[in-house]
T-cell receptor
Framework: DAKTTQPPSMDCAEGRAANLPCNHSTISGNEYVYWYRQIHSQGPQYIIH???NNETNEMASLIITEDRKSSTLILPHATLRDTAVYYC?????????????FGQGTELSVKP | DGGITQSPKYLFRKEGQNVTLSCEQNLNHDAMYWYRQDPGQGLRLIYY???????QKGDIAEGYSVSREKKESFPLTVTSAQKNPTAFYLC?????????????FGPGTRLTVL
């Protein structure tokens, strides 16, 4: 599974869009980009995933560049409850073992 | 409600004692996982099981043991051989036959060895 690089921390004003970047320059053609988040002292929560097309669900949008070497998770209207560590993970869907390789993620602080 | 339960939320043990962490899921998932998280770090895989009566070592299995006698249960034993057992332990499950293999996590157990 390819490695990802994320900024260690970011701030965002409440009500504004939070744009979290992720670099995955060694991504392979069959690897998906997944995003999870972890609120302090809780288990991680799945947010969204994508292969090459942009994706949107009720939580967020995922923008993947055309060369697939980077992506951005967008929380359109951040709230205080979105304060968490956000993990970008690249892996083959349905790979053997199914393990997720978590880096250190981006600690997002949403401020009033 | 479907989900994953881990108990207890906080656990204290004396050094040298084995301790077993519980993980139960009612999502009817075949695959289950145990991760360890240290302060300020990401998660690291300890053991995983893709089907009942079968499990494999993850990246940091030394000092841990598991069993998978039932589909809904995947207990983790932290043995006295684990040199630094104090950590936050997370259990997850997924449906590996599903295309995207999204993992669902429990609330975690925070183990402190005194």
């Amino acid at each position: 599974d390819a490695k990802t690089t994320q900024p260690p921390s970011m701030d965002c004003a409440e009500g504004r869009a939070a744009n979290l970047p992720c670099n995955h320059s060694t991504i392979s053609g069959n690897e998906y980009v997944y995003w999870y988040r972890q609120i302090h002292s809780q288990g991680p929560q799945y947010i969204i995933h994508g292969l090459k097309n942009n994706e949107t669900n009720e939580m967020a949008s995922l923008i993947i560049t055309e060369d697939r070497k980077s992506s951005t998770l967008i929380l359109p209207h951040a709230t205080l409850r979105d304060t968490a560590v956000y993990y970008c993970i690249v892996r083959v869907a349905n790979n053997q073992g199914g393990k997720l390789i978590f880096g250190q993620g981006t600690e997002l602080s949403v401020k009033p | 409600d479907g989900g994953i339960t881990q108990s207890p939320k906080y656990l204290f043990r004396k050094e040298g004692q084995n301790v077993t962490l519980s993980c139960e899921q009612n999502l009817n998932h075949d695959a289950m996982y145990w991760y360890r998280q240290d302060p300020g770090q990401g998660l690291r895989l300890i053991y995983y099981s893709q089907i009942v009566n079968d499990f494999q070592k993850g990246d940091i299995a030394e000092g841990y043991s598991v069993s998978r006698e039932k589909k809904e249960s995947f207990p983790l034993t932290v043995t006295s051989a684990q040199k630094n057992p104090t950590a936050f332990y997370l259990c997850a499950s997924s449906e590996p036959s599903g295309k995207y293999n999204e993992q669902f996590f429990g609330p975690g157990t925070r183990l402190t060895v005194l």
